[in-house]
């Protein structure tokens, strides 16, 4: 299921995979997809698939970063400091509980 925010004024978007029914205590995860020409939160899909098919009870929040995927993407340089200022924000008002961070990437 898609989802959308607003960070900065940018219209950014996030896949979410909710937890297993009945599970209340299990840490929901936040991947990162790695940066680069094309690249985005469809990165992730295989694994997502698979983590539904295994039937693991975490949720999975799958954004895409400022500038990837179905996010807005300005004409602007992009700094690690960009991304991790839209990662803490999504994590405060999005998420609101500790994650269990995977990133792929250099």
Same mark, same amino acid.
Request: charged residues 15%; glycine residues 6%.
């Given at each position: 299921?898609?989802?959308? !925010?607003? =960070?900065? /004024?940018?219209?950014?978007?996030?896949? $979410?995979?909710?937890?297993?029914? /009945?599970?209340?205590?299990?840490?929901?995860? $936040?991947?990162?997809?790695?940066?680069?020409?094309?690249?985005?939160?469809?990165?992730?899909?295989?694994?997502?698939?698979? =983590?539904?098919?295994?039937?693991?009870?975490?949720?999975?929040?799958?954004?895409? $970063?400022?500038?990837? /995927?179905?996010?807005?993407?300005?004409? %602007?340089? !992009?700094?690690? %400091?960009? =991304?991790?200022?839209?990662?803490?924000?999504?994590?405060?008002?999005?998420?609101?509980?500790?994650?269990? $961070?995977?990133?792929? /990437?250099?």
């Amino acid at each position: 299921m898609i989802e959308f !925010y607003t =960070w900065k /004024g940018y219209c950014c978007t996030y896949e $979410l995979y909710p937890q297993k029914e /009945g599970v209340t205590t299990s840490i929901p995860l $936040l991947l990162i997809h790695p940066i680069g020409v094309g690249l985005s939160k469809s990165f992730w899909h295989r694994f997502c698939s698979l =983590w539904q098919e295994e039937n693991f009870p975490n949720a999975i929040y799958n954004p895409d $970063l400022l500038g990837c /995927g179905e996010s807005d993407m300005p004409s %602007v340089a !992009y700094y690690p %400091v960009d =991304w991790a200022e839209q990662l803490q924000y999504f994590l405060e008002t999005i998420v609101k509980k500790p994650v269990i $961070l995977i990133v792929q /990437g250099a």
